[in-house]
């Protein structure tokens, strides 16, 4: 037999309690833990370079090697 109890007008076993006991105390965890979103650095590094031609070779260098990437 399980153990009954009366909560709010209503008979509820101690295994429904149990499982809720859990589940909240589970789900609580995991929602406080998992924290929000971070959103992503899309900064870079200054690009030292010399010229303008080192400076667009580099750039250029930049979108080929993140598209290959993707």
């Given at each position: 037999m399980v153990a009954m109890y009366t909560i709010a007008g209503r008979?509820?076993?101690?295994?429904?309690?149990?499982?809720?006991?859990?589940?909240v105390t589970i789900g609580g965890s995991w929602l406080a833990l998992s924290g929000g979103k971070k959103p992503e650095d899309k900064s870079t590094p200054p690009?030292?370079?010399?010229?303008?031609?080192?400076e667009s070779f580099v750039?250029?260098?930049?979108?080929?090697?993140?598209?290959?990437?993707k």
């Open positions: 008979q509820v076993g101690s295994h429904v309690l149990a499982m809720a006991t859990l589940g690009i030292n370079a010399k010229s303008k031609e080192e750039k250029d260098f930049i979108k080929k090697a993140e598209g290959e990437k």
